[in-house]
């Protein structure tokens, strides 16, 4: 059971480094934008959006979710869904799981007092399709109508250059 238990903390520890080395290169941002939740909490019916204005069509992008917590949080994960719009109107929507916790409780990210920062990826090599606007809303998605603990959401969206081809 031990070497189970091991098995689990490894693979939590590489998921968890594996999401900081995709977050960690800040030359590479096109984008970057966060909203502060109130501290009243997130109401389950209330977004937070952001609009980012795409010149280049032929880049490969990574967009990330920022996610900033407190102790406070009562959950292990996240859930978010995540509703974006094209410049031509075109809907996508999706939901993204965000682990905050590992299996122990502790808090995964990289703390700062007690605020804990954590880069989720949310797509990966894509391409942004036409030039102009995309509309991004992000609602939280857990069953609680007022959700404490969560600080402050944001979105990041980084090139992906050939010397690092998306594994940055």
Request: charged share 20%; glycine share 8%; with cysteine.
């Amino acid at each position: 059971m031990n070497k189970i238990h091991h098995s689990i903390q490894c693979l939590t520890i590489g998921i968890v480094t594996l999401l900081f080395v995709l977050a960690s290169c800040s030359n590479d941002i096109v984008y970057q934008d966060a909203h502060a939740i109130d501290d009243t909490g997130w109401y389950k019916n209330d977004f937070v959006s952001f609009d980012y204005n795409a010149t280049d069509t032929t880049g490969t992008y990574n967009i990330l979710v920022d996610i900033r917590n407190t102790p406070d949080y009562p959950f292990q994960n996240f859930w978010l869904f995540v509703h974006s719009t094209s410049p031509k109107g075109i809907e996508f929507s999706d939901t993204l799981e965000c682990m905050l916790a590992d299996q122990y409780g502790r808090w995964i990210g990289k703390s700062s007092g007690s605020m804990y920062s954590v880069p989720v990826l949310f797509l990966s090599n894509i391409q942004f399709p036409q030039e102009g606007t995309y509309h991004f809303d992000l609602v939280q998605g857990m069953r609680a109508d007022t959700l404490q603990g969560i600080h402050e959401i944001g979105i990041r969206i980084q090139k992906v250059t050939n010397d690092n081809d998306g594994k940055e």
